[in-house]
Every structure is written in structure tokens, then in C-alpha cells.
């Protein structure tokens, strides 16, 4: 996890142009960070490229839109990353 | 080239969906009013039709390699470059390849090569969403067959 959020951070920090140290594990990206979606696209495209893996965006998309997740469940950084290392583990599985 | 239809590749020339690489050949027009404006004296065709013309190359080969499913909508150049003139009756060489197929997103490499000389190359980000409405995808289908996209490729990947 922490790698991973080094990385992320590092990524976010470098695409959008945020100090890295504003950047915190709690922080939501879209409410906290201001990363509006077509700036998302370019942290997802870096995080994918990363990582070897493909986020699956239109799905959690879909689930927030539905009602069926919270955006904080995607986009707080911590659990965006605990989804990283999931889909990670999942490719090597 | 049709400039008042926004038309500005005029054949697919090559898909290859293993590749993820598309090839496309347009001419640009002898005439137009556009080069009344740009310039008066010395007509050129404008950069951002240049870049348009990268980004619907770009666009027929995410078309493909999705079988026709979704749509691109363009999103955002990076590294755009205009490095040469391009003159009324110029005939062009438009590439894309895809280098990334992301979740709801598409980004490819495209370059337009004027007689063989590098003359615009950029990098593109599509959203790439489900086709608005029937309307518009057969629109998009009957453009393919104008273009000889080939209708087959995505079946037999």
C-alpha cells in the first residue's frame, strides 16, 4: 500500500500539477484534489501504464452513478490504492 | 478531403487490428474558402484541421478495434506538432496506432506525413463511450462504407 501510494501520489502530483506534499493518503481526489475527469483520464492512463493493470472506471463509474458505491469508496486515495493492489494481485493470481 | 463536411480523410487504406494500427490517405483540396482566409496569397491548411484529421484517423481505428461498438469522442492532444507546411492539392499519409486501451478511454500516436516527409505528429486521448443513438451510429456506419473501412475486420479480429 504504501508503495502504491507513493506512486499514485507521484503520479497525481506530476499529471495535475498539486504539490506533492498535499497529497495524503485520507485525500478524496475529486473534493479534495479538484482532479476533474478529463484530468482523471490522464492519471488513470499513468496509473494503468504503472501498474500493467486497466481500472476499471466505467464499472465504478456506473456503481456511484446507481447508487450502488460512494465516490469515496474509489476515489479516497487509500481505497483507490487498496483497489490498485487488488487488481495488481489479481493479474499475477 | 471535404472541408464543409468536416470530411478529412478520404480512404482507409489499411486496419490492422493486431497491430492496433490504422493507415489512411486524404488529399487536401485545390480549392476552398477556407484558404481565402489562411492565407490570403499563400493558402495553407490550418493546423487544427491537421490535428482533426489525425484525431479521425485516430477515431476510425478505435472504431475497430472496439468491432464498432463505441464511439470516440476526442478529449485532449499532448505533444502536438505542426512541423510543416501543408498546401492546397498536398495528398496524405495519416497513421494512428493505439497505445493504450484504458476503461471508458482511448489514447493513440498519429502522424501525417506529406510525400513521405514528417509534416504533424501528436498524441490523443479519446472518451470512448457507447454510440449516443441509433441515428448517429448509422451515420458513423454508412461514413465506414464511404471511407472503405473494413466492415469485416472486427469479426474476424
Known amino acids: 500500500m504504501s508503495s502504491t501510494f507513493d506512486a499514485v501520489a507521484n503520479i497525481i502530483a506530476e499529471t495535475c500539477d498539486i504539490p506533492r506534499d498535499t497529497i495524503k493518503l485520507e485525500s478524496h481526489a475529486i473534493s479534495d484534489l479538484g482532479i476533474d475527469s478529463l484530468d482523471f483520464l490522464d492519471v488513470a492512463f499513468a496509473i494503468d501504464k504503472a501498474f500493467g493493470i486497466k481500472m476499471p472506471l466505467e464499472q465504478w463509474t456506473q456503481e456511484v452513478n446507481e447508487g450502488k458505491a460512494t465516490t469515496e469508496q474509489y476515489f479516497v486515495l487509500k481505497n483507490l490504492c487498496a483497489h490498485i493492489d487488488a487488481l495488481v494481485a489479481a493479474k499475477g493470481a | 478531403m471535404r472541408f464543409e463536411y468536416f470530411q478529412l480523410i478520404d480512404r482507409i487504406v489499411n486496419l490492422d487490428l493486431g497491430e492496433r494500427t490504422i493507415r489512411t490517405q486524404a488529399t487536401v483540396p485545390v480549392a476552398s474558402t477556407i ?40 478529449a485532449a492532444f499532448n505533444q502536438a506538432k505542426l512541423r510543416a507546411f501543408v498546401k492546397p492539392g498536398d495528398s496524405l499519409e495519416i497513421t494512428a496506432a493505439l497505445t493504450h486501451e484504458g476503461s471508458g478511454f482511448a489514447r493513440t500516436k498519429a502522424e501525417i506525413r506529406n510525400d513521405g516527409k514528417l509534416a504533424c505528429n501528436a498524441e490523443l486521448t479519446f472518451r470512448v463511450v457507447e454510440f449516443p443513438n441509433q441515428e448517429f451510429r448509422r451515420h458513423m456506419e454508412k461514413a465506414a462504407a464511404a471511407l472503405a473501412f473494413p466492415m469485416e475486420s472486427p469479426a474476424n479480429g
Not at chain 2, 53 to 59: L, T, Y
Not at chain 2, 66 to 73: C, D, H, I, L, Y
Open chain 2, 35 to 74: 484558404f481565402e482566409g489562411h492565407f490570403p496569397g499563400f493558402p495553407l491548411m490550418p493546423g487544427v484541421l491537421l490535428l482533426e484529421s489525425m484525431a479521425q484517423a485516430s477515431g476510425w481505428l478505435i472504431i475497430g478495434v472496439t468491432g464498432f461498438s463505441r464511439m470516440p469522442f476526442l
